[in-house]
């Protein structure tokens, strides 16, 4: 930037509508940018600052960065963005966005949407729905599975050298407020699951899980537009950062779901993402060390910022994430419409783990075998096509692989057969087996089951209605009246 020209005097101008020809624009500061919100459109102006982990300081780093974040959030955002223009010196000296002039500066240009669009206001708000978190990981995992793969990156040098930089934006922040830097604790638990860990991180980026993502995938960035849940404000200033496991970047939505307090919320995420992704059970081993490191970012960047009070809650949310945890395994068997899957969704975030504890459902399984959506009905053919004991199966393996990653389980089924529960109850190699038995009046279970609305079962009133109870279950399963309150139900199963 030419040394006559302060940022200041751009951000006057751009605030005052003076550059744009509007009224006087609404100016927000972020971590990294200025934001300044017209009618129809917002102009990202990049702060002329020096990070540790990204130079902004020259006129020529923010252009190459405004063009960088335009191109990698057309492919998640087309609408939202518009275009990158220049922040131009006119000949009788006025401060414009675009036309004819010396280019001082740049900015993007995005459409604008409501205020209260962001789905961190609407969480702070108490209205973040589990429809808006299956649609907004729906949303990241059809943009994952369009990535191609970078084999280069993504090794365990790579996580050790952002490791390396967060401690060096935490002391740097410490020590401009007079502080020593106050995480070791936290980065020598990092150190320690990453080395434990290398093996299946490097065996992950031979199989094709190291992507250019979106790389800073918080609620604050995933906005509603035009009636669609949309990801956008992807990392652009260093490609590096955003290239890697792709767990490493769903992870930031499911840490930022926790540190909210939205545990049953990062539990439905995680498993929506599991499901949608095709990722296999073993990643799940990954799970507790990304999330935490993604807390550490944002412990660091709270340091930075002067926040000592949300770096500490992001610093002992990372400590508890990386807290071992005992797997164990839980099934839910019941005739169609005795509650099943609704108390495993309540049961499933209150168990050890990351995240709770991973679904396994057997209606979900047999839709992902038969190509299809969840909801979509299947034909007497195709079910025929997924047999019951094909799809037992799958679950039983499911169940192990899981398990073996450290996660706790919860398998989902009528388990009506005496061959599927002997299977799942040895799923677990020797951990303890809960089982738990759902028994309610048939006028009952059909009422719920013609009730359903957009669930992933196939069953009618009229299946239910036959269906008959098993004549003999083993001492490793608990009858329990399903009739009752779901909750009163989870708290008997918990407190037990």
């Avoid at 500061?29 to 982990?53: A, C, I, W």
């Avoid at 400590?319 to 005739?335: C, D, F, H, W």
């Avoid at 995240?355 to 909801?375: F, I, N, S, W």
């Avoid at 190699?429 to 609305?453: D, H, K, N, T, Y």
Wanted: charged share 25%; glycine share 8%.
């Amino acid at each position: 930037m030419p040394k006559d020209i302060d940022q200041q005097v751009i951000v006057r101008a751009l605030e005052s509508g003076a550059a744009t020809g509007e009224e006087p624009l609404k100016r927000i500061d972020t971590h990294m940018s200025h934001l300044f919100l017209g009618e129809t459109r917002v102009y990202k102006l990049k702060q002329n600052r020096r990070h540790p982990f990204a130079d902004m300081s020259t006129t020529e780093a923010r252009r190459l960065s405004c063009e960088a974040e335009l191109a990698v959030n057309k492919a998640l955002a087309p609408d939202l963005y518009e275009a990158v223009l220049p922040v131009v010196r006119a000949a009788d000296g006025a401060i414009r966005v675009g036309g004819d002039g010396e280019a001082i500066d740049w900015v993007v240009s995005m459409r604008r949407f409501p205020d209260g669009a962001l789905l961190d206001e609407i969480a702070r708000a108490g209205r973040l729905t589990p429809e808006l978190v299956d649609e907004a990981v729906g949303a990241v995992a059809a943009f994952h599975a369009g990535l191609p793969s970078h084999p280069d990156t993504g090794h365990v040098a790579d996580y050790r050298k952002i490791i390396e930089g967060l401690r060096r934006t935490e002391a740097e922040g410490a020590a401009a407020l007079g502080l020593q830097p106050g995480s070791a604790r936290l980065f020598a638990a990092l150190e320690q699951e990453l080395a434990r860990l290398s093996p299946l991180i490097e065996a992950r980026r031979r199989d094709g899980w190291v992507r250019r993502g979106h790389g800073d995938l918080h609620l604050r960035n995933i906005c509603l537009f035009q009636g669609r849940v949309t990801p956008f404000d992807a990392l652009e200033f260093d490609p590096a950062l955003a290239t890697a496991d792709l767990i490493y970047d769903a992870a930031f939505l499911f840490m930022d779901l926790r540190a909210r307090g939205l545990d049953a919320l990062a539990n439905l995420a995680m498993n929506r993402y599991w499901d949608a992704s095709g990722q296999p059970e073993a990643a799940l081993a990954v799970l507790p060390l990304f999330m935490a490191l993604r807390a550490a970012v944002r412990m660091a960047v709270a340091v930075e910022s002067g926040d000592l009070a949300q770096a500490a809650r992001y610093r002992e949310l990372g400590e508890t994430l990386l807290r071992p945890s005992p797997p164990r395994l839980l099934a839910i068997g019941g005739l169609s419409g005795t509650g099943k899957s609704t108390l495993a969704r309540a049961l499933a975030p209150r168990l050890p783990g990351p995240c709770g504890a991973r679904l396994l459902r057997t209606d979900l399984l047999r839709k992902a075998l038969a190509g299809v959506e969840p909801t979509a009905r299947l034909s007497d053919e195709a079910y025929r096509r997924v047999g019951r004991e094909t799809v037992y199966k799958v679950q039983t393996r499911h169940a192990r692989e899981a398990l073996a990653a450290g996660a706790c389980v919860i398998a989902d089924a009528t388990f009506r057969e005496d061959g599927p529960r002997a299977e799942i109850e040895a799923a677990g190699g020797g951990l303890p087996f809960i089982g738990l038995w759902l028994q309610a009046p048939m006028e009952v279970r059909v009422s719920r089951v013609a009730a359903r609305q957009g669930d992933a079962s196939d069953a009618t009133p009229e299946i239910a209605a036959t269906q008959v109870e098993p004549q003999h279950l083993s001492p490793a399963w608990r009858v329990l009246d399903a009739s009752q309150d779901v909750e009163a139900l989870a708290a008997e199963i918990l407190e037990a």
